[in-house]
T-cell receptor, first 112, second 115 residues
Framework: NAGVTQTPKFQVLKTGQSMTLQCAQD?????MYWYRQDPGMGLRLIYY???????DKGEVPNGYNVSRLNKREFSLRLESAAPSQTSVYFC???????????FGQGTRLTVV | GDSVTQMEGPVTLSEEAFLTINCTYT??????LFWYVQYPGEGLQLLLK?????DKGSNKGFEATYRKETTSFHLEKGSVQVSDSAVYFC??????????????FGRGTQLTVWP
């Protein structure tokens, strides 16, 4: 049961570098999400995709872009990493909007 | 807009103690309510859910009842174990004031259970 798979699990970037976080789900879910988790802040939504072909901004979209490549895959790109983007990033998916979400294991990103 | 407020903790208990983590929400319409659990180094897992008023969600000895009159969804367990040590998140979705597709999370409550 793969569920939601994120890669990589850990990453260290230098300020200004770019990278893409990959996410794939095998549950045929329509909706996918990217969250970041910071100490004391809970989870904050970066972007989400209610269905294939659509994406929308969440609470904290600045500095990020997303691509819903197909129904399975939803990637998050940092074009020019900043230390403020040091965080743990979680991808999630749900069958439809407003149903329970299933989470990946997370990517721990450090920007130095 | 919709929001969730939960007891921030940390909460420290001895094994077999009774647990309550408070969660209240603000929402228009009829949201669904969830409790998620996060074990160290892992992603969030759904613990239980309730989709309408007076529903009781339950799983692994944990329970929460959807109370529309008090806008609450408090998590309870009668006898905690060391293995319950984790961070617990209350969440909602689907209220009329919700952005479509968004889960609204509380800030999480760290629970530590000592043997």
């Amino acid at each position: 049961n793969a569920g939601v798979t994120q890669t990589p699990k850990f990453q260290v970037l230098k300020t200004g570098q770019s990278m893409t976080l990959q996410c794939a789900q095998d549950m045929n879910h329509n909706s996918m999400y990217w969250y970041r988790q910071d100490p004391g802040m809970g989870l904050r939504l970066i972007y989400y995709s209610a269905s294939e072909g659509t994406t929308d901004k969440g609470e904290v979209p600045n500095g990020y872009n997303v691509s819903r490549l197909n129904k399975r895959e939803f990637s998050l790109r940092l074009e020019s990493a900043a230390p403020s983007q040091t965080s743990v990033y979680f991808c999630a998916s749900s069958a439809t909007a407003n149903t329970e979400a299933f989470f990946g294991q997370g990517t721990r990103l450090t920007v130095v | 807009g919709d929001s969730v407020t939960q007891m921030e903790g940390p909460v420290t208990l001895s094994e077999e103690a009774f647990l309550t983590i408070n969660c209240t929400y603000t929402a228009t319409g009829y949201p669904s309510l969830f409790w998620y659990v996060q074990y160290p180094g892992e992603g969030l897992q759904l613990l239980l859910k309730a989709t309408k008023a007076d529903d009781k969600g339950s799983n692994k000895g944990f329970e929460a009842t959807y109370r529309k009159e008090t806008t609450s969804f408090h998590l309870e367990k009668g006898s905690v174990q060391v293995s319950d040590s984790a961070v617990y998140f209350c969440a909602l979705s689907g209220g009329r004031g919700s952005t479509l597709g968004r889960l609204y999370f509380g800030r999480g409550t760290q629970l530590t259970v000592w043997p």
